[in-house]
């Protein structure tokens, strides 16, 4: 005589499913129920809630300096497009911008977006279009100086439409490339988010004369059905050979 059935063996009922599931309510379009569901089963935005980042992108950016370490103590941070401030909270902390490790220098990360951001414990945030003639000279101002890294994870308003998406994030992409270029340290780093196959053959050619190596990177808090990759420059050359 066999012993008593345990809860759920063989039919599998009594397993528990973990997931959220989330009804389509009435208004509410089948598209934004499921990223409402995707955001709730996400991993990386849970553990952005409990580490206190303001959004899952930190986890891309702390992956990304993990693997190539250009966000030391000391250094100067410009985070381009920067609301909601996940990437300056992560620059912040990496660069001892409020020099809590003692013995090491104190970086600063300045945050500049088109709209107001709450404020960020180590970051300097300011309104400004990046684009508007004489927004470098007005951020070296802010820095007393060049920046040794510059950061973009900006992307351009989705139209549905994937060429066009493409290429307003690539000249987003491109744009950011100039602006870095105007205002990085030789030796600075440019990081810059871009979709699908990449940066385009005539931005690369450009970064490819400034810095001395030009790498495409896919952090794995990278949602992997997203075309998104991330661009990242270091060893800007600066002078005559940056501008050739």
């Not at 499921?34 to 809630?49: E, F, K, M, S």
């Not at 400004?128 to 000279?137: K, Q």
């Not at 950061?151 to 998406?165: E, I, K, Q, V, Y």
């Amino acid at each position: 005589m066999s012993g008593p059935e345990k809860p759920g063996a063989g039919s599998g009922r009594g397993r528990r499913d973990l997931r959220v599931r989330v009804k389509t309510a009435k208004g509410r379009k089948l598209s934004s129920t499921i990223w409402l569901a995707r955001q709730l089963n996400d991993p990386y935005v849970a553990r952005a809630r409990a580490e206190g980042y303001r959004s899952r992108a930190a986890f891309k950016l702390t992956e990304i300096d993990d693997k190539f370490g250009f966000l030391k103590p000391g250094v100067r941070v410009v985070d381009l497009g920067c609301a909601p401030g996940g990437w300056a909270q992560v620059a912040a902390a990496r660069v001892n911008a409020l020099g809590e490790r003692k013995g090491r220098p104190a970086g600063r990360v300045l945050g500049i977006d088109l709209q107001p951001v709450e404020a960020i414990p180590g970051a300097e945030i300011h309104e400004l279009d990046f684009l508007a003639d004489g927004a470098d000279a007005v951020v070296r101002g802010w820095l007393g100086g060049p920046a040794d890294v510059v950061l973009s994870d900006m992307a351009a308003a989705s139209s549905g439409h994937p060429a066009t998406d493409h290429l307003r994030i690539m000249a987003l992409c491109e744009a950011a490339a100039e602006f870095a270029m105007d205002v990085l340290e030789p030796g600075g780093t440019f990081v810059a988010k871009v979709l699908g196959g990449g940066a385009e053959a005539s931005l690369l050619a450009v970064l490819n004369r400034a810095f001395s190596k030009v790498q495409h990177v896919k952090p794995p808090a990278s949602r992997k059905d997203s075309s998104e990759k991330y661009l990242v420059a270091t060893g800007f050359r600066g002078g005559p050979a940056a501008a050739a």
